[in-house]
């Protein structure tokens, strides 16, 4: 198992046939686009054309029409990171499966690509990427992300090698922005096409609507409730699905277990996974009769059946992840784990794999990460397309091993030309959802936010609440009592003002029904009880108005919150009595641990949770009166 060593420049990293054939591909392209001078630029790709890789600790920008170098901060290469200068790229010339061998006749060269958690996220994403600090000692950012300049960013890195493969660890569709959500995310698995992903490990998003609906995204089709919201056909995606530890029966799973591609004679295993814990993060209708196994376990039994293929270069693809120290740069790999590495499930996974696994591509996190941990070189892209992982291996044609591996996270930056027919796509759904999204539902005074109090209050995550026990309320509706809203179901806030659509959908992204059950007194206290876990997680659900108890967090778990204080309307919870409680489907059936909403009894179903919301909003605010934020006063903490 080979130790990955730092990028260098890609003028050092590649040999001199492509760097001719690179500069005849410029001068042609320059020439097509009418051209500029050596220090006349469009965008950051044309300074790294121009002029060569930047001086060290430094990367072009294009300002002003002229390139100018800016200070970037590098982590140094004994950090347990695998940091370099990002390649530079050139034009979009193709993405064939082979090539000429570029180091010599003795070994091949193959480029990985790979992202995560995208997440629908078209447009482009808010937040900024951390680059380094300035000589104030303040933070230097850039904007990152969208899907055009994302096309642009991965053709310009496949064009420096014709042995390039594109992967995504998980969550590749599922909570999705409205321009992608609104049509079951077909518009990202066409943009995805366009863009030429070829393999992508199942996440627990991509369950979001069921095992079916996955599918569907694979083999194409209208959507069997809303047909093709868009006017065409849906093809399917071009790109395959892989669940190694998705198991449908014995020897059995929902999609490949892996994909072996072959360069130069040379074969290379992309083994996908997601994590473990996906029942516990779904719906669990939506992964009924499926069996999530054991990670490690999964790809050490299939280690033996690659090497009898002849393979010996294996890559993990997995949606699990790990978390860097606050602050991190892209490239750094610092943390609370052992060695001053970073910590979280995938320090686990990397360890108990077989030696024999040479690269991990891992998310679920949205972290962004570099490292070498027990061999293995460890990677993550943060979220949304705001990065694309750089990843080069060195190959030996006469064993098959990897005998060299570097990676580089690379910033998608927006100084570069969007890409075209992602462009064209992406207007084309613009145009379709911009009259539903921009629809005024309501007004509020003041932001609502998903960030709570010290007692795990959220005024967005307590206007939710009473909007679904309003819509629940009504006897024939449900007649519901309390309502209570999961923390996880909320995915951005509500600015002041009038809200839209569009907004209100971005923070319920998921399209989950309401469900109003009956539980004992008992079962409310025993529901409130697991919102600490003995494991030490902390999950505090948001309560309805009306509903009111307080807890103690010094007491033990299992017995902090009083009895006595368990109200609804200013009267005590009866042990003993039945009680109508509202929670979304994905709560209702044992989300987020939370079993006692599946031992509900008399349950029936309602609104979707956004059509909640905005007839919440419309019934409590004008342009005039807006909706005030609730008081964070439902939650009581004792001594």
Same mark, same amino acid.
């Not at 198992?1 to 420049?9: G, V, Y």
């Not at 509500?494 to 029904?513: H, K, M, R």
């Not at 368990?566 to 409680?581: C, L, S």
């Given at each position: 198992?080979?130790?990955?060593?730092?990028?260098?420049?890609l003028l050092d990293a590649r040999p001199s046939v492509?760097?001719?054939?690179?500069?005849?591909?410029?001068?042609?392209?320059?020439?097509?686009?009418?051209?500029?001078?050596?220090?006349?630029?469009?965008?950051?790709?044309?300074?790294?054309?121009?002029?060569?890789?930047?001086?060290?600790?430094?990367?072009?920008?294009?300002?002003?029409?002229?390139?100018?170098?800016?200070?970037?901060?590098?982590?140094?290469?004994?950090?347990?990171?695998?940091?370099?200068?990002?390649?530079?790229?050139?034009?979009?010339?193709?993405?064939?499966?082979?090539?000429?061998?570029?180091?010599?006749?003795?070994?091949?060269?193959?480029?990985?690509?790979?992202?995560?958690?995208?997440?629908?996220?078209?447009?482009?994403?808010?937040?900024?990427?951390?680059?380094?600090?300035?000589?104030?000692?303040?933070?230097?950012?850039?904007?990152?992300?969208?899907?055009?300049?994302?096309?642009?960013?991965?053709?310009?890195?496949?064009?420096?090698?014709?042995?390039?493969?594109?992967?995504?660890?998980?969550?590749?569709?599922?909570?999705?922005?409205?321009?992608?959500?609104?049509?079951?995310?077909?518009?990202?698995?066409?943009?995805?096409?366009?863009?030429?992903?070829?393999?992508?490990?199942?996440?627990?998003?991509?369950?979001?609507?069921?095992?079916?609906?996955?599918?569907?995204?694979?083999?194409?089709?209208?959507?069997?409730?809303?047909?093709?919201?868009?006017?065409?056909?849906?093809?399917?995606?071009?790109?395959?699905?892989?669940?190694?530890?998705?198991?449908?029966?014995?020897?059995?799973?929902?999609?490949?277990?892996?994909?072996?591609?072959?360069?130069?004679?040379?074969?290379?295993?992309?083994?996908?996974?997601?994590?473990?814990?996906?029942?516990?993060?779904?719906?669990?209708?939506?992964?009924?009769?499926?069996?999530?196994?054991?990670?490690?376990?999964?790809?050490?039994?299939?280690?033996?059946?690659?090497?009898?293929?002849?393979?010996?270069?294996?890559?993990?693809?997995?949606?699990?992840?790990?978390?860097?120290?606050?602050?991190?740069?892209?490239?750094?790999?610092?943390?609370?784990?052992?060695?001053?590495?970073?910590?979280?499930?995938?320090?686990?996974?990397?360890?108990?794999?077989?030696?024999?696994?040479?690269?991990?591509?891992?998310?679920?996190?949205?972290? /962004?990460?570099?490292? $070498?941990?027990? %061999?293995?070189?460890? !990677?993550?892209?943060?979220?949304?397309?705001? @990065? #694309? &992982?750089?990843?080069?291996?060195?190959?030996?044609?006469?064993?098959?091993?990897?005998?060299?591996?570097?990676?580089?996270?690379?910033?998608?930056?927006?100084?570069?030309?969007?890409?075209?027919?992602?462009?064209?796509?992406?207007?084309?759904?613009?145009?379709?959802?911009?009259?539903?999204?921009?629809?005024?539902?309501?007004?509020?005074?003041?932001?609502?936010?998903?960030?709570?109090?010290?007692?795990?209050?959220?005024?967005?995550?307590?206007?939710?609440?009473?909007?679904?026990?309003?819509?629940?309320?009504?006897?024939?509706?449900?007649?519901?009592?309390?309502?209570?809203?999961?923390?996880?179901?909320?995915?951005?806030?509500? /600015?002041?003002?009038? $809200?839209?659509? %569009?907004?209100?959908? !971005?923070?319920?992204?998921?399209?989950?029904? @309401? #469900? &109003?059950?009956?539980?004992?007194?008992?079962?409310?206290?025993?529901?409130?009880?697991?919102?600490?876990?003995?494991?030490?997680?902390?999950?505090?659900?948001l309560p309805s108005a009306g509903f009111t108890y307080?807890?103690?967090?010094?007491?033990?778990?299992?017995?902090?919150?009083?009895?006595?204080?368990?109200?609804?309307?200013?009267?005590?919870?009866?042990?003993?009595?039945?009680?109508?409680?509202?929670?979304?489907?994905?709560?209702?059936?044992?989300?987020?641990?939370?079993?006692?909403?599946?031992?509900?009894?008399?349950?029936?179903?309602?609104?979707?949770?956004?059509?909640?919301?905005?007839?919440?909003?419309?019934?409590?605010?004008?342009?005039?009166?807006?909706?005030?934020?609730?008081?964070?006063?439902?939650?009581?903490?004792?001594?």
């Open positions: 198992m080979p130790q990955a060593i730092p990028r260098s420049s492509f760097l001719l054939a690179g500069a005849f591909v410029t001068g042609m392209f320059l020439f097509a686009q009418g051209g500029c001078g050596r220090d006349e630029c469009q965008d950051a790709t044309d300074c790294r054309e121009y002029k060569g890789p930047p001086a060290s600790n430094t990367e072009w920008v294009c300002e002003d029409n002229r390139c100018e170098q800016h200070s970037v901060q590098v982590p140094p290469p004994d950090s347990g990171t695998d940091a370099g200068t990002p390649d530079a790229g050139r034009p979009d010339s193709g993405r064939p499966d082979s090539g000429a061998p570029d180091s010599g006749p003795t070994t091949v060269s193959v480029q990985v690509l790979a992202f995560n958690d995208f997440h629908g996220q078209l447009e482009e994403p808010a937040g900024q990427i951390l680059t380094g600090v300035a000589p104030d000692g303040g933070a230097v950012r850039v904007k990152a992300g969208g899907v055009t300049y994302f096309a642009r960013h991965i053709a310009a890195l496949r064009a420096t090698n014709p042995n390039t493969v594109v992967v995504a660890a998980g969550d590749l569709i599922g909570a999705s922005p409205l321009l992608s959500g609104l049509f079951h995310d077909e518009p990202t698995v066409e943009a995805m096409n366009l863009i030429g992903l070829d393999l992508v490990a199942v996440g627990n998003h991509e369950f979001d609507e069921g095992s079916t609906e996955l599918l569907r995204m694979q083999s194409g089709g209208c959507h069997p409730v809303d047909g093709c919201l868009d006017g065409d056909g849906f093809p399917g995606a071009t790109f395959k699905f892989l669940a190694a530890n998705v198991a449908t029966g014995v020897d059995r799973t929902l999609f490949p277990r892996y994909d072996v591609r072959e360069f130069e004679g040379v074969k290379v295993a992309f083994i996908g996974m997601t994590l473990e814990a996906t029942p516990e993060s779904v719906i669990p209708t939506g992964v009924a009769g499926l069996t999530f196994k054991d990670e490690v376990q999964t790809v050490n039994a299939l280690v033996p059946e690659l090497r009898r293929q002849g393979i010996e270069a294996i890559i993990v693809v997995v949606h699990q992840g790990g978390i860097p120290t606050s602050g991190s740069l892209v490239n750094d790999c610092k943390g609370a784990g052992a060695d001053g590495l970073i910590s979280g499930a995938i320090v686990g996974v990397a360890k108990g794999l077989n030696d024999a696994v040479d690269v991990i591509v891992s998310g679920h996190t949205h972290q /962004a990460y570099n490292c $070498v941990i027990d %061999g293995k070189v460890v !990677t993550s892209a943060s979220s949304m397309g705001q @990065l #694309v &992982t750089d990843i080069d291996l060195t190959l030996s044609k006469a064993t098959g091993d990897v005998v060299e591996a570097r990676a580089n996270n690379v910033i998608v930056t927006r100084d570069v030309q969007e890409d075209g027919a992602v462009k064209e796509l992406v207007t084309k759904y613009q145009e379709l959802v911009t009259p539903r999204a921009n629809r005024v539902i309501g007004w509020v005074s003041q932001t609502l936010r998903t960030q709570s109090d010290s007692v795990g209050q959220s005024t967005l995550g307590l206007v939710i609440a009473d909007s679904h026990l309003e819509a629940t309320k009504p006897a024939n509706l449900g007649g519901a009592q309390v309502a209570f809203m999961n923390p996880g179901g909320m995915r951005a806030d509500i /600015a002041q003002g009038e $809200v839209t659509y %569009g907004e209100a959908f !971005t923070t319920q992204p998921f399209g989950n029904s @309401l #469900v &109003t059950l009956t539980l004992t007194g008992a079962q409310i206290e025993q529901l409130l009880e697991w919102q600490w876990r003995p494991s030490g997680a902390t999950l505090m659900l307080a807890f103690s967090a010094s007491a033990p778990v299992g017995s902090r919150v009083d009895p006595a204080s368990i109200r609804i309307n200013g009267v005590t919870v009866d042990p003993a009595a039945n009680y109508r409680v509202t929670a979304n489907n994905y709560l209702a059936s044992g989300g987020d641990g939370f079993q006692v909403f599946a031992e509900g009894t008399n349950r029936l179903g309602g609104a979707v949770d956004n059509d909640a919301l905005e007839a919440y909003l419309k019934a409590h605010s004008t342009q005039a009166s807006p909706l005030p934020a609730p008081a964070l006063n439902r939650i009581t903490l004792l001594p």
